[in-house]
């Protein structure tokens, strides 16, 4: 009997800020971080079928209402600082940070069957893989957001600088979301690329 279970989407967190100081310089210098962390909650069973309820009961609930074995969180912050030169305002420095969360199972081997080990272990390899896709969907984002901080023009007013910044990254946030959806649409949570919980063929 195989059982499945899918992974979850990324959820979407902006954190917008900006500074203004007034300094007095050509380009703009951006930097990009990326920080990944982990949150576990703990199952454990005798036999596939319990792994799965304790999956269904202790998984990760998105705002679909389905509960999910996993699901990455990404957060995009940025913040940058102005210059103005010659009446004209520009970006002067700007930083761009994505937080990512990993919700992962994790599996009781104290209290697990031996023959489950190796069956889990797969899994979680291949739900690792979709999980960090997602990651790299969120990093891709960023640091596009990031290069546009670099190649913006100057404007009239702080205002009119800030309304484009606003504009530019709310369409690229908008489409993130989109793509995070179609990634799992594609490989069906995860199942494509082998996040399914199932026994190893005879």
């Known amino acids: 009997m195989m059982h499945r279970l899918i992974a979850g989407a990324g959820i979407a967190l902006l954190f917008l800020a900006s500074s203004s100081p007034l300094f007095a310089s050509d380009t703009a210098s951006c930097e990009l971080k990326v920080r990944e962390g982990y949150r576990f909650y703990d199952i454990s069973g005798k036999t ?48 761009t940070r994505v937080d990512i969360l990993y919700n992962m199972p994790r599996l009781s ?49 702080e205002e009119e600088l800030a309304a484009e910044i606003g504009k530019r990254t709310a369409e690229k946030f908008r489409m993130l979301k989109e793509v995070q959806i179609e990634y799992d649409h594609d490989t069906r949570h995860g199942e494509t690329q082998g996040a399914v919980l199932a026994a190893a063929p005879q």
């Open 109 to 157: 081997q104290a209290t697990c069957a031996p023959e489950l080990a190796g069956v889990w272990s797969n899994y979680l390899v291949h739900l690792q893989r979709h999980e960090f896709g997602h990651k790299d969907l969120a990093v891709k984002a960023a640091s596009e957001v990031n290069e546009m901080f670099g190649t913006l023009p100057s404007f009239a007013s």
């Open 48 to 95: 596939l079928d319990d792994l799965v309820e304790q999956i269904r009961v202790n998984g990760t609930r998105w705002n679909d209402g389905k509960v999910y074995s996993a699901m990455t969180n990404w957060d995009i912050h940025f913040k940058y600082d102005v210059t103005c030169q010659n009446g004209r305002y520009s970006v002067k420095s700007a930083a």
